[in-house]
DNA sequence: CGTTATTCCTACTAAACAAGTAGGAATATA
DNA sequence: TATATTCCTACTTGTTTAGTAGGAATAACG
């Protein structure tokens, strides 16, 4: 299995939530957990790797909250998922050569590294503001956001 | 991490020793197992999958051993990393959306789902017969298969 | 027919990772 | 000083990974 984890899949929804109140001043973590049905604890646990990839700026104590810290348009799902599932390679010879002996003739290194540009071209093509902007289109969301 | 897994990994060179062994007859588990210096014990477990999915054939007894079920042309990268890893999408509701009631509007899940797209379609791209190429045309060839 | 070489099947294990929960400290506002 | 919030660390439970191990089934060969 080549699965993102809910760091990242939750991650994402975080941001996205961030990004739709953009400009808006701090969002409370409470108030994300609620609109997408996560728990607060589980979230806090993003916060950091956010932080330290410069995605999100926090405001602590009362009237606190986060924000993005750069415009929609500048953050990539690229930026969010390698901040929070680490490095976008399937396998861990493609960014650490010295894991393997065989790194410098191994031609199954060589798909490893290619599928790891595809993903990260893949993922480099959306930012928040793509999605935020599918996420308005989207035809369900009234109902959707009823809860 | 999204990351391959030894399975994914160790099969396909595997499969790719196969392919070398095209239309010589089958091959022992045991000599693939040295010249990859990789235990015999785990390729062991690579086998059902493979033999599931239809790329290989195997002989019981002794002067029996493993061939590929079709010419190595016609075996993609992806068929064997589906065989091995399982689904190639990135989340689990790609493939079921049943097992998240967020599907029918979830505008992230339209993301993995592209994603699983590039990563299949790259993987796609190459089959055992490109990998033997790229093998027998590499300069460290000769002194990589010395042990 | 018996020996040997091989695949095949099932079970076990140790370590790492995933997906959370929990307690409480630090900080800012009012 | 009370309250709301982020922040930090530890703990827990279940699943996955990466193997090892024992021995049964099967086929070839002398």
Chains 1, 2 share one sequence.
Not at 30 to 57: F, G, W
Not at 60 to 83: F, N, Q, S, V
Not at 92 to 108: A, K
């Amino acid at each position: 299995m080549i699965r993102i984890s809910t760091k990242g899949k939750y991650g994402t929804r975080l941001m996205v939530q961030l990004a739709m109140n953009y400009g808006k001043g701090p969002m409370l973590l409470k108030d994300i957990a609620k609109k997408e049905n996560l728990s607060v604890r589980y979230l806090e646990h993003l916060i950091p790797p956010l932080k330290s990839a410069r995605l999100i700026h926090s405001l602590r104590g009362a009237h606190g909250g986060y924000t993005l810290a750069k415009a929609p348009a500048e953050i990539t799902l690229k930026d969010i998922i390698r901040a929070l599932e680490g490095p976008l390679s399937p396998s861990e010879c493609v960014e650490s050569p010295e894991v393997c002996d065989r790194s410098g003739f191994c031609i199954t290194r060589d798909i490893w590294a290619e599928l790891e540009k595809t993903i990260s071209a893949t993922l480099a093509m959306y930012t928040l503001a793509d999605l935020v902007q599918k996420y308005l289109s989207n035809t369900y969301h009234g109902e959707a956001r009823s809860q």
